[in-house]
Each structure stands twice: as structure tokens, then as C-alpha cells.
């Protein structure tokens, strides 16, 4: 008789949709942790654009955030259009990679809350850095597991792993200059972030 192990989290169609899901209400949490200011007394504009002005360390993690969430979420889709079955591996690998999305509004609250904290830079870092080792285990998985077609190992599979490592060292390299300034480390996180969702820099034709 065949085993349940065998049986299990063949549909990559689940994964996507699952993952879609989540990524949509994750992103949808992150701007919830930017609180409008409440006030029981008459206030002048001036007083209001202050108020407003102490939001922006918020308002540059939550588009740290959502920069980051929509990356991850262009990573996993475009190893799903190479890979075209699935196993109950590569299920829990997908699965534990939605655990550490589901948990990027509350690093991002954190890092909100305590923006001058390296601690908070650290926890941040970690959130990106276990999303990356999740995309890196199911991809080299599927790739070793023959989920990916045989032509397209070729064209697909070196390109996509070089750019998770090489993604992975600059976060980890822009984590470490919260030691010299905690806003030159998300700024320069931020723009590794614009350079991978715009391809700024490096935009090369896969040969």
C-alpha cells in the first residue's frame, strides 16, 4: 500500500494559493502598526504636523516592510513557474517559510517601537535571514529532487541560487552598520531592496 508520506502535499497549486493568502494579509497587518494620534483638546495645525513627523521612523520601517514581504513573495512565485510537482516536503518547507512571513508584522513593529535599538535591527535581520534559508532549502530541495525539468535546471536554477546567497550577504552586511548608525543600516537595507525589486544594478540577461 502506498503511505501517507507518499500521498501528501503533491498539489503546488495549494502552496501558491496558500501563500498568496498569506503574503496579502501579512502586507495588510504591516500599516496597522501605524496608530493615527488621538487627541481630547483643540490642536493647531503646527501641533498636528508635529505629531505627524514623529510617525516617520514607523512609516520607513512599514516601507522597509512591505519592500521586503514583496520581494520574498516574487522569490517564491518565481521558483513555483519552474517548479511543477510538489512532495510533503516541499509543502512544510513552504509552510515554514509563511511561519517567518506571518511573523514580519511583529518584527516590524518591533523594529517601529524600538527604531534606535540594535537589538531591534538584530530581530529584523533574523526575520529576513530564516524567509532566505526557507526559499534556499525548498529551491535546492526541488532542484535535487527533480521538481524542475531537466532543461530548465540549466537556465534557471544557478541564477536563482546565486541571487538568494548574494541577497542574504548584502542584508547581513547592511545589518552590521546599525553598529555605526541604525538608520544608514535600514536605508542601506532598503536600498538593496529597491536595487532587487527595480534591478538597478546587475540587470544581466540570463545566458
Request: aromatic share 16%; with cysteine; proline share 2%.
Amino acid at each position: 500500500m502506498t503511505s501517507y508520506n507518499n500521498l501528501a502535499g503533491q498539489s503546488t497549486s495549494r502552496i501558491e494559493a496558500l501563500s498568496d493568502a498569506v503574503f496579502a494579509v501579512a502586507m495588510t497587518l504591516l500599516v496597522l502598526e501605524i496608530k493615527v494620534p488621538e487627541f481630547h483638546e483643540p490642536i493647531t495645525d503646527k501641533e498636528l504636523i508635529s505629531d505627524f513627523l514623529k510617525l516617520m521612523p514607523k512609516f520607513l520601517v512599514y516601507f522597509l516592510s512591505f519592500i521586503t514581504a514583496g520581494i520574498f513573495w516574487v522569490g517564491q512565485s518565481a521558483q513555483f513557474k519552474y517548479i511543477k510537482s510538489s512532495d510533503r516536503n516541499i509543502t512544510w518547507f513552504n509552510l515554514l517559510f509563511l511561519l517567518f512571513i506571518s511573523v514580519l508584522p511583529f518584527s516590524t513593529a518591533f523594529l517601529g517601537d524600538y527604531i534606535t535599538s540594535r537589538f531591534s535591527i538584530f530581530l529584523y535581520w533574523l526575520n529576513i535571514f530564516l524567509l532566505g534559508i526557507m526559499l534556499y532549502i525548498n529551491w535546492e530541495y526541488a532542484q535535487k529532487h527533480n521538481f524542475i525539468s531537466e532543461e530548465m535546471k540549466e537556465t534557471v536554477y544557478i541564477p536563482l541560487r546565486r541571487r538568494m546567497i548574494w541577497s542574504q550577504g548584502l542584508y547581513f552586511a547592511a545589518a552590521l552598520l546599525c553598529f555605526i548608525n541604525i538608520y544608514l543600516s535600514i536605508v542601506a537595507i532598503i536600498l538593496i531592496q529597491l536595487n532587487q525589486a527595480f534591478a538597478v544594478i546587475g540587470n544581466r540577461k540570463t545566458k
